[in-house]
């Protein structure tokens, strides 16, 4: 199946099952479930969702006993996105080309519903009947890693060290720490978390890892490339944030054909980890092709 195919079918479950697992606008209180659903469906690309049911598919396990922990990654990546707009963080008025949370709801009923997104997520990884086949041993390992990679040695922790390098000198271990935690630790999480659910053998967990952090990082470079030279109509935000915030970014760092060369780089040496599954890998490495070439 060509990617495309493959992202719309993927894109499409998702979407149903987010909309089955995620509180109805008409739950009381009302404005916080519209709140949560108006940030959780503005688009967007569903890759980590893409990236776990991809792994699940390439171990060969059933993709719907996933299905569950791809919608619990995708919705606590909306959390992130929530909270890295509001006004004390990067203070972004657009987000996949409408008002961030904060501007259509408050900034205290933004918080809140970044709460009650996260809070969802481990409510649905750990409660939800889809996981048929997953061991209550390997969904508590998954729970228990996706926690890590969202919290203060992940993602909380790559936010918080971004926000303290704006204006300071360009430091490439430092970017690489932030890029690898702040987004690249829940991509990983979601290649691992769908692989183990799969049934992955330690050896393919091994192998799946690798790629998935090689693609983490390549990601994050492409964004800070993109803040650069991408359509602001395609992207749905302002262009040149990270400059105007003095964030340190690879082309910051590197300039930008080196970031460019990077980006390329980290994307065949994750398609080089996938060697031991064969075909069975091939939505995976198209993902990482897209990775790289993405224009939004």
């Known amino acids: 199946m060509a990617l495309s195919a493959y ?9 149903g099952a987010l909309d089955r697992l995620v509180p109805k606008i008409g739950a009381y209180p009302p404005v916080i479930h519209e709140s949560m659903r108006y940030s959780l469906f503005a688009g967007g690309k569903r890759l980590r969702p893409m990236l776990a049911l991809a792994a699940c598919d390439c171990v060969g396990g059933e993709r719907k006993s996933a299905l569950a922990f791809a919608c619990a990654i995708e919705i606590i990546h909306t959390y992130t996105l929530i909270h890295d707009d509001l006004p004390a963080i990067d203070n972004d008025d ?31 990884m750990t409660g939800s009947p889809q996981a048929d086949g997953a061991s209550a041993q390997t969904l508590l390992e998954v729970t228990a890693q996706t926690a890590r990679a969202a919290g203060s040695t992940g993602t909380v922790g790559g936010q918080v060290a971004d926000i303290a390098s704006e204006g300071c000198e360009p430091d490439g271990a430092l970017l690489e720490y932030i890029h690898s935690h702040k987004t690249g630790k829940l991509i990983t999480a979601s290649v691992r978390g769908g692989a183990m659910i799969g049934g992955a053998q330690d050896d393919q967990l091994r192998a799946l890892t690798d790629y998935g952090k090689h693609i983490g990082l390549a990601f994050q470079i492409v964004d800070d490339i993109l803040d650069i030279e991408g359509d602001e109509k395609k992207l749905g935000k302002n262009l040149r944030s990270d400059i105007k915030k003095e964030k340190m970014t690879y082309p910051s760092v590197a300039g930008m054909e080196e970031s460019k060369k990077r980006a390329v780089e980290l994307s065949g040496i994750a398609v080089e980890s996938l060697e031991m599954f064969g075909s069975s890998a091939r939505h995976l490495k198209d993902l990482a092709m897209y990775i790289t070439t993405r224009t939004f």
């Not at 080309?97 to 649905?124: Q, S, W």
Request: charged share 30%; hydrophobic share 40%; glycine share 10%.
């Open 94 to 124: 657009m987000r996949r080309g409408k008002p961030t949370n904060h501007k259509k709801f408050g900034e205290a009923t933004a918080i809140l519903a970044g709460d009650g997104l996260l809070t969802l997520a481990f409510e649905i």
């Open 7 to 15: 992202f719309n079918k993927i894109r499409s479950e998702v979407e």
